[in-house]
């Protein structure tokens, strides 16, 4: 197939690309179809390597309000309703809800998800039935999975055992939830256990830290001191840090020389961090985001996650990741021309290197023909007027495709 006058990332030059047997074969201006070859012409359309959704509870979505709706809309509240809902889980369960999910953050061209899995469940029924999706979709949705352990580590009966137990029957990467542990002593003994875990697994990391507006909340220097000192580095991935929003300056001053040693990489999620942050505020009510802005001056890899899609946390979403990135954007003051054009990047690139995609990702000639064709000229008018993903391809295989609406204005 031969794709015709794109717009490839932010190049001002028009493109071809020519794919054959699934990889990119040639990429360039002017090139000539082969006999009999498909042929098609954009007629100067954006073209991003997949997106990738690099912080999700797919086991968790679509679930809001099953038994009861959090009406506080609080993170605190969220973890009692699921409790209560975790109670129903069943295999079908999860089933259902992950494949719809996952169709729907496909129509948004989402090729790659990091999922955090609960195994904070003596019988482990959501992570079996994941196990089980991350196979039987493995050649349309990459599955990424985090045992995640949501009622802590060593305050949750056998949660070590549990956590241990998860990794060993597959998942990925290794979690944690320090900001919810019983003490802070705990906070920093369940990072050591997950650290170590990684390490004696071979596995990737990622906790959730410090998703919590108190300042006090340091779970954040643990997991950096020991990427740095145990040499896993970028294999590690702090999520929220959301009481980074709130610590004093002079001690992120500190604290940013050792995230810079550490190589961590972070994940932020504007969309359920303006909506779960700040409950205990009056005014002014923090925003709650972590530092996006300034990790990125920094050099510290960050990425943005959709994080729940309709579920006790988040009453709303579609999987799409646009919404969380123009949320993003007004909330952490990144609205410069070049901010806007580049944050696309957030949701792909940068999101590759969270989730250790490797060199395979991405529009290079060689590399799996997997692309989206978005229906803009670039990203700052794709974001700005919310335009769809015409074509998403994997490996040359058309997955999604999107027709766009018609509008009318009669003068
Ligand atoms: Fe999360």
Redesign the pocket.
Known sequence: MLIRNAYIENQTQLSDIQITDGKFAAIGPGLTPQPGEQVLDLGGKLVLPPFIES???LDTCLTAGEPVWNQSGTLFEGIACWSQRKEQLSREDVRRRVLQAVRMQAAHGIQYVRT?VDVTDPKLTALEAMLELREELKDVMTLQIVA?PQEGILSYPGGQELLEQAVKLGADAVGAIPHYEFTREYSVESLNYAMALAEKYDKLVDV?CD?IDDEASRGLETLAARAYEMGLKDRVTA??TTAMHSYNNAYVLRLMRLLQLSEINFVS?PL?NTHLQGRADTYPKRRGVTRVKELLQAGINVSF?H??IFDP?YPMGTGSLRDVVFLGLHVCQMMGYEDIQNAYRLISVNAARTLHLGESYGIRVGNPASFLVLDGKDYYQVLNENAPVLYSYREGRLLAQSLPGSRQVFF
């Open positions: 912080h999700v509870h955090h995640f959730h998703e999520s929220h999620n359920v996650g994080d729940d946390w």
